[in-house]
């Protein structure tokens, strides 16, 4: 009795060393936390800033959000449209910040005052964004510096604060920065809308190299046409959602990019860095 009571404590201290060689030998030591869906509560606890969650996608992407527990703080340039927004989402858990992102001297205490409103911030979702109104050969400079101004250069300093603010209060867990990019960045460019989320798709991948490290996953999401207010024509065919774009020979509803985001933030998805994921209907596959 007593010989095998050694001979299984020797077989623990052999396994324990092999482990210990393996690690070594792999170089480092690393645990994970992975969640499972679980609807109701996906996104209990999580407190998540909506760029532009006033309207189209980011309130849709803000309403996902609270139905998932989480508490949400969506940003716009347009008050009233903002309040609107948090009253038709029904919770304590929403609130608003008037917030142009074309202002690069308010960036800091913006952010700030998000943390002030959630206590801390787990999740970014970099949605603010304006349309193209000319195309290319009639591309203006004042269209390339409205669009740019926002779109990219307003995106980049939005991103670039809230990634400084994450690696000034560094956490046990992972924090996200979702960036909408758009079918328009993954074809051809050829007007300023379209090179804008380009740029957008470029920072996922650079600051998803940057941040890993940080524990802050920098993710996006590419949609394909999404009947908002940024497309007029879908909004005016009413509930006929169809459109020749793409192969599914629809529009897609703001809702569908939300669960696409939420999946992306809930902890169910924390071995993707840098990717920016096509919601098209098949749009970008076109020759
Ligand atoms: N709809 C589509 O087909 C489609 C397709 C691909 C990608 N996207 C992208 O999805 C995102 C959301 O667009 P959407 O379709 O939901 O259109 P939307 O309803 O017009 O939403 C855009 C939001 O951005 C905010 N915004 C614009 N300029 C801003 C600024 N300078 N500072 C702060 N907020 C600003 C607007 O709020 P305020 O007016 O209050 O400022 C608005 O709530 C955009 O980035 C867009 O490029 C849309």
Same mark, same amino acid.
């Given at each position: 009795m007593g010989a095998e009571l050694v001979a299984k404590a020797a077989d623990r201290v052999v396994a324990a060393c092999s482990a210990f060689g393996q690690t070594l030998k792999n170089g480092g030591i690393a645990h994970i936390n992975i969640s499972t869906i679980r609807a109701d509560s996906l996104l209990s606890d999580r407190r998540i800033v909506v760029t532009g969650g006033g309207s189209g996608i980011g309130l849709a992407i803000a309403k996902k959000c609270v139905d998932s527990g989480a508490s949400v703080v969506i940003t716009g340039r347009n008050e009233d449209k903002l309040a609107a927004a948090v009253e038709s989402l029904g919770t304590k858990c929403a609130s608003y910040l008037v917030w142009d992102i074309t202002d690069?001297?308010? $960036?800091?205490?913006?952010?700030?005052?998000?943390?002030?409103?959630?206590?801390?911030?787990?999740?970014? $979702?970099?949605?603010a964004g304006v349309e193209p109104r000319e195309f290319f050969p009639d591309v203006t400079a004042e269209e390339w510096d409205r669009v740019y101004e926002t779109n990219s250069r307003g995106t980049f300093l939005v991103s670039e604060g809230f990634c400084r603010y994450w690696m000034e209060h560094s956490s046990g867990s992972y924090r996200y920065l979702i960036n909408i990019s758009s079918q328009g960045g993954f074809v051809g460019a050829t007007y300023p809308y379209r090179m804008s989320k380009w740029d957008i798709r470029g920072l996922t991948e650079g600051l998803g190299l940057a941040m890993a490290p940080y524990g802050v996953l920098v993710n996006g999401v590419a949609p394909g046409v999404v009947k908002t207010a940024m497309q007029d024509f879908a909004l005016n065919q009413g509930n006929n959602i169809y459109c020749n774009q793409n192969p599914l020979k629809r529009v897609a509803l703001p809702v569908e990019i939300a669960e696409l985001v939420s999946f992306m933030v809930s902890g169910a998805c924390n071995f993707m860095v840098g990717q920016t994921i096509v919601v098209d209907g098949g749009f970008s596959l076109r020759g």
């Open positions: 690069s001297s308010i $960036v800091d205490d913006k952010i700030k005052y998000c943390d002030h409103l959630l206590n801390g911030i787990d999740v970014v $979702v970099n949605n």
